[in-house]
């Protein structure tokens, strides 16, 4: 089952691109909705090829499965990010980030995700849609912050 989630930022896409590589960036959109066990050992940026392994940790407190997330293609040219994640009941996880430029100043950010979870789908792709609206409105606040507005 697809989930694809949709927002617009109010910066040059280029610009969003390099922030999304960063960890610290990863860290903080999902910050308050979940956390992740290790995270301190990760690299600073995520690169083609990488895997990581964590344990989820839900609202910071409630620790959950073990995950594991594999970046397969990072695409500076298209800005374009693929992962193939699982973890608990959830066998397959894919998920796309698209950025594409609207204008000079302004960008599409797109979460496409790929969700495979036997009879728990339907449940995880509300869940899908729901952590990916957070995420998105957590990625507005950066770009505030980074922006001085």
Not at 33 to 57: D, K, M, V, Y
Not at 75 to 93: Q, T
Not at 114 to 140: C, E, N, P
């Amino acid at each position: 089952m697809i989930a694809t989630i949709q927002t617009h930022f109010d910066i040059p896409a280029d610009k969003a691109w390099n922030i999304l590589k960063q960890k610290d960036t990863f860290l903080y959109i999902t910050r308050g909705f979940l956390g992740f066990a290790g995270n301190r050992a990760w690299p600073e940026a995520f690169s083609e090829g990488q895997e990581i392994r964590t344990r989820l940790i839900f609202f910071h407190f409630l620790p959950a499965w073990k995950h594991v997330l594999r970046v397969i293609r990072m695409d500076d040219r298209a800005r374009e990010l693929y992962s193939n994640e699982m973890g608990g009941a959830v066998r397959v996880w894919n998920h796309l980030i698209k950025i594409e430029p609207e204008s000079d100043s302004r960008c599409r950010y797109t979460d496409q995700i790929d969700i495979r979870a036997g009879w728990m789908t339907l449940g995880v792709w509300l869940y899908a849609h729901v952590f990916y609206r957070y995420r998105q409105s957590r990625w507005k606040r950066l770009i505030r912050r980074k922006n001085g507005s």
